[in-house]
Every structure is written in structure tokens, then in C-alpha cells.
């Protein structure tokens, strides 16, 4: 399941490093955009790329094979012949979320493997690689580590590489004088992040999104953890996370598959033994705000963030397609044309999700004069929210469309594409089908999906059935949109109360959207079997449903106090007084508790507790939709 909450305008986290205190609010008539610009955008198309609308693109086709090594190492291959050589990867799940206590211990590991081996130092190392035209490479990052080898296909450059390559994943021998090259390297790099603004928003933006969650620090360590790494601490790491059961190998090049079975198993016996890491958990949704970093100079950084995805979610598909159009490609996104194009305040301004493990973050990130910060902080605030609120047009997605199915096969055009392609799929479990699947997947989506996405909550492309029931009245998808999007900023990590859950719609949908905790009550049995149903389903563990009248139960239990309470009691029973009055009595509400209701009179003659003001009211057909703000004197 996925853990992905919806995309939340007044959840995001903000971090500018400014470099002035003015705000300036931008006049719509003060548009600078260039005329040559707009003279370029209305310009006729190129004859050549109007000839191919509507023709399919060619597409490599893929045979994925896959199996394990006898000590657990999960292989993908693809045979290419055109080339005398071969490309392999292996990757690990030996990132940085993996430092434990010890930020840096991931990267600096990896950085020391082809520092020394027995019998060679770095130097020998990089002379046998090169003396054979191969080429080895490395690195570390927040989910994986990884190492790479490009040889000559021909069996006596092969082997020899192999060989060579073996020694260095397998036997690593982190010589003393390179430890210290090596940390003294990262440090001098700590200094020069000190004069990179965008280095700092974007470490303050992690600290912030991420908490104690191990996605936190930054894969190179602190300047505190760094010169503490030890020998021992990175002998241990290695043993734990460089094994057999914890690799992926992709391989793609001139082999056969007899041959590539042959090499994947040497490479894997030469691993240390040892079963896959356990998976990090998932991070717990943060609080949003506004951070501002002080610094020297005439051009501020915004970025704004919040979780986003991990690379399971079934949405992945949908969620890309609507980045693209709202600001992952270049000119033409929604947020290219209204802050560069119509107003000229930035140079360049995108989005983008960056799916891991779990859930990573969804970015958007520019440069302004620092003057025009405080006005295009705003901007990008409105933009994001109007385009959530519309979604995009039909236009926008068949041109997104267009250019995905012309730019896609440039990433399988290459055997060093090829197999960056084949990693990822393996370590992060994607089915052998899944550069198709995208294709397919992305080519059918139509605006109502690609919006859903984007707004819809955890579980926003499931669709459960409810049960027939006699009075279940589930609020109206249009009407729920609109509660959840007046509940944006107030339902991340709320204690939810829902006393007549019927189909459980609302409840669910709190839960969606980031509710800490939820209680769903209802009197009928069917009903609260199918809510159970439904929890079961999505495997959520922070919802609870009990059979219990609602009345009889707020008026009897011990009461806990709740963020947000739904009140959508059944009709022409006069429920709503009652059930109000034993919410306040009782001390069922927090202080500034969010209160809705659902009646067929206007809110204004519900005779409601005095300390409730209303905040928002609709009515569609003969229903009053309302939502209430509880104020007590010891919250003002």
C-alpha cells in the first residue's frame, strides 16, 4: 500500500534564504516577461515536428530475464549485441538511511572501496582498470549504495576486470592514509557548502520534512560524525550491508545469458554472506512553515517541499504526468508560464517528486531577486493551489503526453541506460514489464485521473464499494473535495471522531489525507463490518469502527478529545442539538476543534453552542453543508 497523502498546498514546507527583509507584492499589470518571448510562443510550429502528431514512437523492445544467486542476489539481464562489451551494476541497500548513528558511515564506506584491495593500492587499482579499457565506478546515496563496471565483452578482458572488480566490492581493505584523504575531502566540502545558498535551503528543507527519520541528514555526514568514522565502523558496515541477500544486479551487454549466469554467480560469491537489511520505515507527516536562512547576496532561494511518494505507489504513473505538466519539464509547465513567461521573476522554476524506499519528497524549487521573494512565494502558492483545484486541461495532457512518448525511449537508448533501468526495477521491485507498463499506463490516463491524483488522498485511485443499507447516505465526491480542501491545513496528524460513519466516506478520507488517528462509530452492523472490511484492505492500523449508537456512546464513555468531528446524522430525526450539546458537555471537542455538519436547514438555524463559529458553509440541493470552529476562552 502506498503511504502517499495528497498533495496539500497548506502542507507544504517552505525554506527561503533571503538575502533582504522587503516583501514585495508583484502588481499583475507589472509584467516584464520579454516580448521576443511572446513573439517566439505564437510563432507556427516547425513543419517537421507537426508531421509527427499522432505517430507512434519507436520504442526498443526489452527482454528482461531475471533470476537469484545461489547466496541471494537478485539479477536482471538484458542481452545487447551491437557492442563488444557489457555494463553491470550493483546496488545495495547501503545508503545513507542506513548510518544509524553514525551520519556519513554509507558514503564514506562506498567512497573507500577502491581505495586498496590485498596486494594493490589505489593507484593499481585505477592502472589495472584502465590497462584493461574497463571502467569502474561507485557512489552512495539516501536509499542505495552502488558500484559499476564496463569491460570489453571479450573473455580475456572479461575475466580479468571481473577479477579485479571482485577484489575491490568483496575485499576492500580501507587503508589508514586514504581515510584520511578521504575525510579530509568531505570536510574541506562542508566549508564550501557554507558559501552555497541553495546547499543550505535544501539541508534546512530536509531537516525540516523529514525530522528524526533517517532521510534527514545528508548522505555526507556532519562535520561532528565524519572525522569520527573508524576503521572497525567501516569494516562492520561492510560485512552487514555490502552481502549477497542485500544486492540487485543488473546486467546488459554482449553475453550470453549462459555466460551472464556464469559471472552474476562469481561476482555474488565474492559478496560477504548475509540476508537483505530491514526496509526503513516510513516518515511521519511534519508540520508546515516558513523558514528563512540569512545570506549575502541579491538573489533568494525558494523551495518548497512535502512527503510525496515512495516507488510503489500505484499512482506513480499518474502523479509523473501531473508534475510534468505543472512544472517538471521546461517552457510551457503551469508554473514556467505564470512566473517566468507572464512576469519575469525567475529564470527557471520547477516540480518534482523524487520517489525512494518510502515516501521522498515533492520539491519545487527557483531563484528571484530578493526584492520579489515575498510576492513570488505567494505566486507559487496560488499557482500550485488553482492548478490542485482544476487540474489540468485536456490540452495540457495530450502535449505531455506527446513529449513523453517522445522523449521515453531515450531512456532505454543506450546499454548504460539500459541498465541504470534494470537497477532501479530491481531494487525497488518493480514487475520485468514495468518500462511498459509506464507507457501504457501514462498514454491511457485521462484529466479526471491525473487530477485525483495529485488531490486524492492516500487511497485516491481505490474504489471500495459500500453496502446497501437503509438510511446510508455517503456525502457527495464534489462536496467531500471541498470539505477536505477547507480541512487542508488543520487534518495532517488530527484526532478525527466520525459518530454516524455510514458508509465511513469521511472517516476514510481523514485517514487519507494524514489523520493521526480516527473513530468511526455507526448502529448498523453491515456498516461497520464493511468499514472493517475496508481497513483490512488498505492495511491501515490508525483507524478503529465500533457498532454503538452515538448518542448513547458519547454520553456514557469516557470521553478523549478530538481535532475534528464529522456530524452528518440521519435526516428528520432532529439529531443535531442534541448530539452538539453532549460534545461540549461531555468534553469530547479540543479547544479549537473543527466541527462539520450535514443538514437540511441552514446553519445559521441550528441553534449550535455559542463558542462554535462558522467558517465555511455550502448547500447542494436541499442540503447545508457546514464547517464550525470551536473557540474557548482558553484558546484565544
Given at each position: 500500500?502506498?503511504?502517499?497523502k495528497?498533495l496539500?498546498?497548506?502542507g507544504l514546507?517552505?525554506?527561503t534564504l533571503?538575502?533582504?527583509?522587503a516583501?514585495?507584492?508583484?502588481?499583475p499589470s507589472?509584467s516584464?516577461a520579454?516580448?521576443a518571448?511572446?513573439k517566439a510562443?505564437?510563432?507556427s510550429?516547425?513543419?517537421s515536428?507537426?508531421?509527427?502528431?499522432g505517430?507512434?514512437?519507436?520504442?526498443r523492445?526489452?527482454?528482461?530475464?531475471?533470476w537469484?544467486?545461489?547466496?541471494g542476489?537478485?539479477v536482471?539481464?538484458?542481452?545487447a549485441?551491437?557492442l563488444?562489451?557489457?555494463?553491470?551494476?550493483?546496488?545495495f541497500?547501503a545508503?545513507?538511511?542506513?548510518?544509524?548513528?553514525?551520519?556519513?558511515?554509507?558514503?564514506?564506506?562506498?567512497a573507500m572501496?577502491?581505495e586498496?584491495?590485498?596486494?594493490k593500492?589505489?593507484?593499481?587499482?585505477?592502472?589495472?582498470?584502465?590497462g584493461?579499457?574497463?571502467?569502474?565506478g561507485?557512489?552512495?546515496y539516501?536509499d542505495m549504495?552502488?558500484v559499476?563496471?564496463?569491460s570489453?565483452s571479450?573473455?580475456?578482458?572479461?575475466?580479468a576486470?571481473?577479477?579485479?572488480f571482485?577484489?575491490?566490492?568483496g575485499k576492500?581493505?580501507?587503508?589508514a592514509?586514504?581515510?584520511a584523504r578521504i575525510?579530509?575531502?568531505i570536510?574541506?566540502g562542508?566549508e564550501?557548502?557554507k558559501?552555497?545558498?541553495?546547499?543550505?535551503?535544501?539541508?534546512?528543507?530536509?531537516?525540516?520534512l523529514?525530522?528524526?527519520?533517517?532521510y534527514a541528514?545528508p548522505?555526507e555526514?556532519n562535520a561532528?560524525?565524519?572525522?569520527?568514522i573508524?576503521?572497525a565502523?567501516l569494516?562492520a558496515?561492510?560485512a552487514k550491508?555490502y552481502?549477497?541477500?542485500?544486492?540487485?544486479i543488473?546486467?546488459?551487454?554482449?553475453l550470453t545469458r549462459?555466460?551472464?549466469?556464469?559471472?552474476?554467480?562469481?561476482?555474488?560469491?565474492?559478496l560477504?554472506?548475509g540476508p537483505a537489511?530491514?526496509?526503513i520505515?516510513q516518515?511521519?507527516e511534519?508540520?508546515a512553515?516558513l523558514s528563512?536562512?540569512?545570506?549575502?547576496s541579491k538573489?533568494?532561494h525558494?523551495?518548497?517541499?512535502q512527503?510525496?511518494?515512495d516507488r510503489a505507489?500505484?499512482?506513480y504513473a499518474?502523479?509523473?504526468?501531473?508534475?510534468?505538466?505543472?512544472?517538471?519539464?521546461?517552457?510551457?509547465t503551469?508554473?514556467m508560464?505564470?512566473?517566468?513567461?507572464?512576469?519575469?521573476?525567475?529564470?527557471?522554476?520547477?516540480?518534482?517528486?523524487?520517489?525512494?524506499?518510502?515516501?521522498g519528497?515533492f520539491?519545487i524549487?527557483l531563484?528571484t531577486?530578493a526584492?520579489?521573494?515575498?510576492g513570488?512565494?505567494?505566486?507559487?502558492?496560488?499557482v500550485l493551489?488553482d492548478y490542485?483545484?482544476?487540474?489540468?486541461?485536456?490540452?495540457?495532457l495530450?502535449?505531455a503526453?506527446r513529449?513523453?512518448?517522445?522523449s521515453?525511449?531515450l531512456?532505454?537508448a543506450?546499454?548504460a541506460?539500459?541498465?541504470?533501468?534494470?537497477?532501479a526495477?530491481?531494487?525497488?521491485n518493480?514487475?520485468l514489464?514495468y518500462?511498459?507498463?509506464?507507457?501504457?499506463?501514462s498514454?491511457?490516463?485521462t484529466v479526471?485521473q491525473?487530477?485525483?491524483?495529485?488531490?486524492?488522498g492516500?487511497?485516491?485511485?481505490?474504489k471500495?464499494?459500500?453496502?446497501?443499507?437503509?438510511?446510508?447516505?455517503?456525502?457527495?465526491d464534489?462536496?467531500?473535495?471541498?470539505?477536505?480542501?477547507?480541512?487542508?491545513p488543520?487534518?495532517?496528524?488530527?484526532?478525527?471522531l466520525?459518530?454516524?460513519a455510514g458508509?465511513?466516506?469521511?472517516?476514510?478520507?481523514?485517514l487519507?489525507?494524514?489523520?493521526?488517528q480516527?473513530q468511526a462509530?455507526?448502529?448498523?452492523?453491515?456498516?461497520?463490518s464493511s468499514?472493517?472490511?475496508?481497513?483490512?484492505?488498505?492495511?491501515?492500523?490508525?483507524?478503529?469502527?465500533?457498532?454503538a449508537?452515538a448518542l448513547r456512546?458519547l454520553?456514557?464513555q469516557a470521553?478523549?478529545e478530538?481535532d475534528?468531528?464529522?456530524l452528518d446524522?440521519?435526516?428528520n430525526?432532529n439529531l443535531?442539538p442534541t448530539?452538539c450539546?453532549?460534545?461540549?458537555?461531555?468534553?469530547?471537542l479540543a479547544?479549537d476543534?473543527?466541527?462539520?455538519t450535514?443538514s437540511?436547514?441552514a446553519?445559521?438555524?441550528?441553534?449550535l453552542p455559542?463558542?462554535w463559529r462558522?467558517?465555511r458553509e455550502q448547500k447542494?440541493?436541499?442540503?447545508y453543508y457546514?464547517?464550525?470552529h470551536?473557540?474557548?476562552?482558553?484558546?484565544?
Amino acid at each position: 500500500m502506498s503511504d502517499r497523502k495528497s498533495l496539500i498546498l497548506p502542507g507544504l514546507i517552505a525554506v527561503t534564504l533571503v538575502a533582504a527583509s522587503a516583501v514585495y507584492v508583484l502588481r499583475p499589470s507589472e509584467s516584464v516577461a520579454s516580448p521576443a518571448l511572446e513573439k517566439a510562443q505564437s510563432a507556427s510550429k516547425l513543419q517537421s515536428l507537426a508531421e509527427l502528431d499522432g505517430k507512434a514512437p519507436t520504442n526498443r523492445t526489452l527482454d528482461v530475464q531475471s533470476w537469484t544467486t545461489a547466496e541471494g542476489a537478485k539479477v536482471l539481464f538484458v542481452e545487447a549485441h551491437e557492442l563488444p562489451m557489457f555494463d553491470m551494476r550493483i546496488l545495495f541497500a547501503a545508503g545513507s538511511s542506513q548510518d544509524g548513528d553514525v551520519p556519513g558511515l554509507a558514503l564514506m564506506t562506498n567512497a573507500m572501496l577502491n581505495e586498496g584491495v590485498p596486494g594493490k593500492d589505489v593507484s593499481q587499482i585505477a592502472s589495472g582498470f584502465e590497462g584493461l579499457g574497463a571502467d569502474f565506478g561507485n557512489g552512495a546515496y539516501r536509499d542505495m549504495a552502488l558500484v559499476s563496471l564496463r569491460s570489453l565483452s571479450a573473455s580475456d578482458k572479461r575475466d580479468a576486470a571481473l577479477a579485479l572488480f571482485d577484489d575491490v566490492i568483496g575485499k576492500p581493505t580501507f587503508p589508514a592514509d586514504s581515510l584520511a584523504r578521504i575525510k579530509n575531502q568531505i570536510l574541506a566540502g562542508f566549508e564550501y557548502q557554507k558559501q552555497n545558498p541553495g546547499k543550505l535551503a535544501s539541508l534546512e528543507l530536509f531537516k525540516r520534512l523529514y525530522g528524526d527519520h533517517p532521510y534527514a541528514h545528508p548522505s555526507e555526514g556532519n562535520a561532528d560524525s565524519v572525522p569520527k568514522i573508524s576503521l572497525a565502523q567501516l569494516q562492520a558496515f561492510h560485512a552487514k550491508a555490502y552481502t549477497a541477500g542485500n544486492a540487485v544486479i543488473a546486467v546488459v551487454g554482449d553475453l550470453t545469458r549462459a555466460e551472464a549466469e556464469a559471472m552474476t554467480a562469481k561476482v555474488s560469491a565474492s559478496l560477504p554472506r548475509g540476508p537483505a537489511l530491514a526496509k526503513i520505515a516510513q516518515p511521519t507527516e511534519p508540520k508546515a512553515g516558513l523558514s528563512h536562512i540569512e545570506f549575502p547576496s541579491k538573489q533568494t532561494h525558494l523551495l518548497f517541499a512535502q512527503l510525496g511518494i515512495d516507488r510503489a505507489d500505484p499512482d506513480y504513473a499518474a502523479l509523473s504526468m501531473g508534475n510534468q505538466i505543472l512544472g517538471g519539464g521546461g517552457f510551457g509547465t503551469r508554473l514556467m508560464s505564470e512566473v517566468r513567461e507572464k512576469r519575469g521573476l525567475t529564470y527557471g522554476v520547477y516540480s518534482g517528486f523524487s520517489p525512494m524506499q518510502v515516501r521522498g519528497p515533492f520539491m519545487i524549487n527557483l531563484q528571484t531577486r530578493a526584492e520579489m521573494s515575498g510576492g513570488t512565494l505567494r505566486l507559487v502558492e496560488q499557482v500550485l493551489a488553482d492548478y490542485l483545484k482544476t487540474g489540468p486541461t485536456q490540452k495540457e495532457l495530450d502535449d505531455a503526453k506527446r513529449e513523453l512518448a517522445g522523449s521515453f525511449p531515450l531512456s532505454t537508448a543506450s546499454n548504460a541506460d539500459i541498465v541504470g533501468q534494470l537497477g532501479a526495477m530491481g531494487f525497488y521491485n518493480l514487475p520485468l514489464s514495468y518500462l511498459e507498463d509506464f507507457m501504457k499506463q501514462s498514454q491511457a490516463l485521462t484529466v479526471d485521473q491525473v487530477k485525483a491524483a495529485m488531490i486524492g488522498g492516500e487511497w485516491g485511485s481505490r474504489k471500495l464499494s459500500f453496502p446497501d443499507v437503509v438510511g446510508l447516505r455517503p456525502t457527495p465526491d464534489r462536496v467531500r473535495e471541498t470539505l477536505f480542501n477547507w480541512l487542508a491545513p488543520y487534518i495532517a496528524g488530527a484526532k478525527v471522531l466520525d459518530p454516524f460513519a455510514g458508509s465511513g466516506a469521511l472517516f476514510l478520507e481523514a485517514l487519507s489525507r494524514g489523520a493521526s488517528q480516527a473513530q468511526a462509530l455507526d448502529a448498523s452492523n453491515v456498516a461497520v463490518s464493511s468499514l472493517k472490511e475496508h481497513l483490512g484492505t488498505l492495511r491501515c492500523t490508525s483507524g478503529q469502527v465500533q457498532t454503538a449508537d452515538a448518542l448513547r456512546y458519547l454520553e456514557t464513555q469516557a470521553a478523549s478529545e478530538y481535532d475534528v468531528v464529522f456530524l452528518d446524522p440521519p435526516f428528520n430525526q432532529n439529531l443535531l442539538p442534541t448530539v452538539c450539546t453532549l460534545l461540549e458537555d461531555r468534553q469530547w471537542l479540543a479547544p479549537d476543534a473543527w466541527i462539520y455538519t450535514e443538514s437540511e436547514t441552514a446553519p445559521s438555524t441550528l441553534g449550535l453552542p455559542g463558542s462554535w463559529r462558522l467558517h465555511r458553509e455550502q448547500k447542494s440541493g436541499r442540503v447545508y453543508y457546514a464547517l464550525w470552529h470551536r473557540l474557548v476562552e482558553s484558546a484565544v
